[in-house]
């Protein structure tokens, strides 16, 4: 149980356009979503945190313009990176929190999106 | 604020031998919980195992245990009998609450040779 499925894995895009990641929470209500860069070798750095139904809280240094955040159902999450570039290239990953089988919290992460902007 | 600090970028050992990874904390919180993750090559992060700061027993799962030295603000991993599965990068991470934001550290890459 607890699964987060993450789409696109992969993703080029061109300079300019925007991109749109998907989360699902497939088996329980994830009521918060976490959304994590990683550069190449580097460690997991926290966007954003949404709520679902609520605007997303930013870390410092996040840009919530270029990063738009959706949370719009207990088991849907976006994040958009809107005119993207070559420094937004990155890989993405989202965590979930919700209740499990067992009543308690668990956090799942999704299997993360390769942005790749040329 | 928070930080985790991992001071080993690589480390290797031959299979079927034990390996420690060492992370190091900061914060002023009584309350909180520490984690390690797993990040194979396929870049999926796995849970290999939690500690509650409350308490004072080490956590172990299987052939994963920790050292937690609350008043040193240390908690490190060993990892009993390394299989090549084991090979991945392993990140310690901070969160004061049991599903909650994490705080990652730079992460240890751990090589497993025959």
């Known amino acids: 149980g607890a699964v987060v499925s993450q789409h696109p894995s992969w993703v080029i895009c061109k300079s300019g356009t925007s991109v749109k990641i998907e989360c699902r929470s497939l088996?329980?209500?994830?009521?918060?979503m976490f959304w994590y860069r990683q550069f190449p070798k580097q460690s997991l750095m926290l966007m954003a945190t949404s709520n679902e139904g609520s605007k997303a809280t930013y870390e410092q240094g996040v840009e919530k313009d270029k990063f738009l955040i959706n949370h719009a159902s207990l088991t849907l999450s976006t994040l958009t990176v809107t005119s993207a570039h070559p420094e937004d290239s990155s890989f993405y990953i989202c965590?979930?929190?919700?209740?499990?089988?067992?009543?308690?919290?668990?956090?799942?992460f999704g299997a993360g999106s390769r942005l790749t902007v040329l | 604020a928070q930080t985790v600090t991992q001071s080993q970028p690589e480390m290797s050992v031959q299979e079927a031998e034990t390996v420690t990874l060492s992370c190091t904390y900061d914060t002023s919180e009584s309350d909180y919980y520490l984690f390690w993750y797993k990040q194979p090559p396929s870049r999926q992060m796995i849970l290999v195992i939690r500690?509650?700061?409350?308490?004072?027993q080490n956590a172990t799962e299987n052939r994963f245990s920790v050292n937690f030295q609350k008043a040193a603000k240390s908690f490190s991993l060993k990892i009993s009998d390394s299989q090549l599965g084991d090979a991945a990068m392993y990140f310690c991470a901070y969160s004061t609450g049991t599903a909650s934001k994490l705080t990652f550290g730079t992460g240890t890459r751990l090589q497993v040779t025959l």
């Open positions: 088996d329980f209500q994830a009521t918060t």
């Open positions: 965590s979930a929190r919700g209740r499990g089988l067992s009543g308690a919290n668990v956090l799942t």
């Open positions: 500690q509650e700061a409350y308490k004072q």
